[in-house]
Nanobody
Framework: QVQLVESGGGLVQPGGSLRLSCAAS????????MSWYRQAPGKERELVAG???????NYADSVKGRFTISRDNAKNTVYLQMNSLRPEDAAVYYC?????????WGQGTQVTVSS
């Protein structure tokens, strides 16, 4: 069965950095695009960054230049490096997979940005 497990969230000061990890299992990781979404209270879940099976990356305008998505196929893990964090980045961050016309989500990891 597909399993996506996020880690790395926590409390950070504005301007600080965090690296999120998503450990994947139950499917052939290298064949699929992966992405990160986030959801803040009272807001829609939004796409933050994505990476294709070939390593092509895309980002929401709000995080371009600050966040970097990457993947390590040998470790079945996708990462989100978050730099220059702002209070508006605070949210629950979710790892996402689309496989066989179905969406799979991790449990989420909380990112809090506050002084």
């Amino acid at each position: 069965q597909v399993q996506l497990v996020e880690s790395g969230g926590g409390l950070v000061q504005p301007g600080g950095s965090l690296r999120l990890s998503c450990a994947a299992s139950g499917f052939t990781f290298s064949m699929y695009a992966m992405s990160w979404y986030r959801q803040a209270p009272g807001k829609e879940r939004e796409l933050v960054a994505g990476i294709t099976s070939g390593g092509i990356k895309n980002y929401a305008d709000s995080v371009k230049g600050r966040f970097t998505i990457s993947r390590d196929n040998a470790k079945n893990t996708v990462y989100l490096q978050m730099n220059s964090l702002r209070p508006e980045d605070a949210a629950v961050y979710y790892c996402h997979l689309e496989r066989g016309f179905r969406d799979y989500w991790g449990q989420g990891t909380q990112v809090t940005v506050s002084s």
